[in-house]
């Protein structure tokens, strides 16, 4: 069972993410104050955090910021009603793994924990398997029912970010920022990424009759054997 730790100030929301956080199975600790959170945070064990970044006191970026000093390593939610580009930058660069905009839907933060789990689950030392597609991250080789694909170093780099993350939706802005290296997405960005995405679907699923690389219309891609 995940154990999870929601830092939240906002009793109704708090409470809201409780519930419906144990019905999918999670183990729950709720704190309501920064100075919970990071007493929570450095003496148990968690698999990951939910951080509200606006709490009273100590906010949430100073509390991220602590746990971290503290050698701290599990995986950060940040959750934040400012959407502007230089708070979420903030919050990345001061640990956080991720981020979700308040007001926010309960499948979307179910969507986060999941991606974080598994990008920060440990690799298969024998590379990264979706179906019969297999992709060596050490050697760069890409290879679908034993046959190799010839992949640029984008093309390959998208791939292995999609198979790490298989089976979920990665979205737009997180290829923006870690594929890319872009903290702000643009029509041109999103032109390149569609660009790639084609090329790699005409690569990959090129007469295959299971299609692995699917588009979640208005969030994202994803890759797997059935399409979300």
Not at 55 to 82: F, H, M, N, S, W
Not at 203 to 214: G, P, S, T, Y
């Amino acid at each position: 069972m995940k154990r999870l730790l929601v830092v939240e100030d906002e009793q109704k929301v708090a409470a809201s993410l409780e519930s419906g956080l144990r019905s999918e199975g999670y183990a729950v600790t709720v704190a309501h104050t920064g100075e919970d959170a990071f007493f929570q945070a450095t003496t148990d064990r968690f698999d990951v955090i939910l951080l509200d970044l606006n709490l009273p006191g100590r906010d949430g970026l100073e509390i991220l910021k602590a746990i971290r000093q503290q050698r701290v390593a599990t995986p950060v939610v940040a959750l934040t009603a400012r959407d502007a580009v230089p708070d979420r930058v903030k919050g990345l660069d001061a640990g956080a793994d991720d981020y979700l905009v308040k007001p926010f839907a309960f499948d979307e933060v179910l969507a986060r924990l999941r991606a974080v789990a598994r990008r920060t689950q440990p690799k298969d030392e024998d590379g990264l398997h979706v179906a019969d597609l297999e992709i060596d991250p050490t050697t760069r080789r890409v290879t679908r029912q034993g046959q190799p694909i010839d992949l640029t170093g984008k093309e390959f780099d998208v791939l292995c970010y999609l198979a790490e993350h298989a089976r979920t939706v990665v979205s737009r802005d997180t290829l923006a920022h870690e594929v890319w290296s872009e903290t702000v997405r643009s029509t041109t960005l999103d032109n390149v990424m569609d660009v790639h995405l084609s090329r790699l679907r005409r690569k990959v699923d090129h007469d295959a009759q299971m299609k692995l690389i699917h588009t979640v219309r208005g969030v994202g891609f994803t890759l797997g054997e059935d399409p979300p």
